[in-house]
C-alpha cells in the first residue's frame, strides 16, 4: 500500500508543465460527473435534430418556391371558379337583394355557367364579349368602425354614395351589398385600404366593341348578366352554357355601309327614321339590319325606346307597292293572268266612300308588266280582282304574311291584316297593292327572296351557315317558272320603270318600289309616306336582297319635291349595291352584258294576242283564233276550268292543297272596258 508523502514534500510536478525559473507548477485534477455527461450528449441530440428540421424547411420552401414558379412563369394558368361559387340569381332576386342588404350576395359567375360567350359576325369580328370584374361587398360583423370604412371606400371608389353605404352597413347584420362592376384597379385600391370585413365576388361585365353596329340585333343584357333583348336573349342558355363562341350571319362591313347610307339619307330628306336589310336569298341568311335611330350597346341603359325599336321586324307597315310583285305572282303562278293581258287604268275605282287611283298614271289599259313597271294601282287592284280574296288570302298565308316571321329576335311583330270575315272585295282590291295589310319588312325581304330564288321559301335566320354545311331546306311555294317571269319583270321595273335611280352597271339589279302613306287617328295621312325600295341582284343568278326604307322622308330641290320611293330610296339603294357587292365577292359582270341583258328582257307591251275579260280572270285569245271559236273558248273555260290549287306551309310542315272550289267573282266593267274589248274584236261572255 502506497502511503502518502510527506506535508512537506514538494508538490510533483504537472506532466507536461514547463519549468520557469526552476518554479514548480500547480497540478489540478479535472473531474467530468455523470450528468456533465448527460448534457452534452443532449446537447448533441438537439444540434441533430436542429439540422433536420432545417434541412426539412428547406426542402418545403424549395417546393413552394417550385410550385410558384411553375404556376406563374413556367406555365401560368387562368384562375378557376370554385364549385362553391353562389348561383346567378333572377333579376327580381338582384332587385330584392338591394331592397335587403342582409339577403345572401348574389353571384355573377358559377361554377356551371362561367363567362358569357362571345358573339361574332360571320367573319369573326367580335360584336360582344364579357369582361372579368369583381362585385364588392362586407360584413358588418367583422368591422369596428362603418363610418370610416363608408368614408375610406368612397375615397378609392368615388361613384360609391357614403351615406347609403353607412346606412347599410349600420342596418345590415352579416351581409352586405356594396357595389357590381368594380374593375381591377379599383379593386386594388380597395385592398390596399387594408379594410377588414370587406370581400369581392368574381363577376363580368358584357361589352359591345362595335357601339352602335347591329346594337338592336345583339340586344343587351341586365347587371346579373341574363338577356334582356334581341339576340342575348334569345340565346341566353346558349350564351351562359356553352362558351364557344356565337357566330352570327350579320357581316360588320355590309352593316357599316347600310348604316351609313341610311342615315345620310335620312338627314338628307329629314326622314324620322329608316330601315335597311341585306339577306341571302339562297339561303335566308341575314347579311345585315339596320333600323335608326339605334344607339351605342354599351349604353343601352340610356337609349330611348324609339332608339330601341327595331323597324326591321318590329314595326308594322302597309308595304304598298311592293306588294305589287305578290299580286302578280299569284296570278301568273295560278294561270288566271299572262303578260300579255291588260288591265284597266284609266278609270278610277269606286268602293264605298273610298277611291283607289294611279300616282300619276297612264290613263289607259295596261299589260301586265307596265302594271309593274309604272306601280299602277289600278292594274295591282284588277289583278287581284281575278284572283279573289279567298286565294289571295291562301297565297300570302303561303309566303307566311299571315303570321310572325321566324328569325331569332323575340321583338318580332305579329302582322295586322284583315279577319276572314272581312277579306271581302274591298280588301281584295287594296292589298293588292299593298294597302289595308301591314307586315315587316323582314316580311317583304323573305316574301320577295322567294319570288326571285326559284319560289322556295326559307326562313330567315341571324346564325351564319357553316362552311361545308348542307343547303338549307325550304318550302316550295311557287313555279320555277313564275320567279323567272318574275325576276324578268323586277328587273323591267329597274330598266324602264319607276326603279331606274338603283341600276348599277353589270350587276343587273330587279326591284320594285314602294310609296305607303302612313295611317293616322282619322285614316290615312297626306304627305307623310313610307318610301322603300325592295331590290334583288343579280337577276340572272340572284344572291342578295336589298331593302331600303325611309320613314316620312321630305322631298327636297334634287327631287323635285316628291318624297316617293323612286325618289329618295331607290338611288340610296343603288349606293348600297354598288359598295357592298364586291365586300360579298360579286364583280360586275360586263363582258357578257349584252346575252345576259337579252335574257333578262321582257317588252313592256307584249301584245301577244287578244284578252277576254269575263267574271274577272283574264284569259289569252291567239289572234288567228275566228271571232265565234274565241266566244265559246271563253264561254268553256268560263264554266269548266277549276281554279288551281296553292301549296301551302306552315310551322314547317309539308305542303298541304288548298281547296279549288271557290265562288265565282262579281263582275266589274266599265263601259271603255267594253268598248276597248269590242275595237280589239271579241266579245263577252255575259255570266
Known sequence: MNEPPPSNAPPAPRRGAPRIGGATPLVENVRVTAPDLRRRAALEQSRSRLLIAAAGFMVLFGAVVAKLASATIIFPMMPKLSAEVPVVPDPAAMAAADANPDAPMPGTLTAQHGPRAMITDRNGEILAISLPTSGLYANPKEMIDPADVAHKLKSALPRLDEQKVLARLTAAKQFVYLARQINPREQLAINALGIPGVYFQPSERRRYPQGRVASQVLGGVDVDNHGIAGVERFFDDRLRDDATPLRLSIDVRVQAVLRDELSKSMEEFTAIGGCGIVMDVRTGEVIAMVSLPDYDANKAAQATPEERFNRAVTGMYEPGSTFKLQTASMALDSGIANLWNEYDAANPIHIGRFTITDFEGKHRFLYLPEVL????????????????????????????????????????????????????????????????????????????????????????????????????????????????????????????GYGKPA????????????TAEKVGGHGYKKHTNVSAFMSVFPMNAPHYAVYFMLDEPHGNKATGGYSTAGAVSAPAAGRVIAKIAPMLGLLPDIADMPQLTAALSVPMQPGHGYVSRWNGPLDFVPPSTPLASATAAVAATASSSPVPTLRQAKH?????????????????????QMRHEASLGTQVAAH
Not at 281575278?386 to 299571315?402: C, D, F, K, Y
Not at 331569332?408 to 311583330?413: A, H, K, S, V
Not at 341600276?503 to 314602294?514: Q, R
Open 373 to 496: 313597271a309604272y306601280s299602277s294601282n289600278l292594274g295591282a287592284a284588277h289583278i287581284a280582282q281575278s284572283v279573289g280574296p279567298e286565294r289571295q288570302r291562301a297565297w300570302l298565308s303561303n309566303m307566311g304574311m299571315l303570321e310572325r316571321i321566324g328569325v331569332e329576335l323575340p321583338e318580332t311583330g305579329r302582322p295586322i291584316f284583315p279577319s276572314v270575315a272581312n277579306w271581302k272585295e274591298a280588301a281584295n282590291l287594296t292589298i293588292g297593292f299593298g294597302h289595308g295589310i301591314a307586315v315587316s319588312p323582314l316580311h317583304v325581304v323573305r316574301g320577295t327572296a322567294t319570288l326571285a330564288n326559284g319560289g322556295v321559301l326559307l326562313r330567315p335566320t341571324l346564325l351564319a351557315q357553316d362552311p361545308g354545311a348542307p343547303p338549307r331546306v325550304g318550302v316550295r311555294v311557287m313555279q320555277q317558272q313564275t320567279s323567272d317571269t318574275i325576276r324578268k319583270l323586277m328587273r323591267l321595273v329597274v330598266t324602264d
Open 503 to 514: 341600276d348599277i352597271p353589270g350587276y343587273y339589279v330587279g326591284g320594285k318600289t314602294g
Open 652 to 672: 314547317g310542315r309539308g305542303p298541304e292543297p288548298v281547296p279549288a272550289s271557290m265562288p265565282p267573282q262579281p263582275v266589274m266593267r266599265t263601259p271603255e
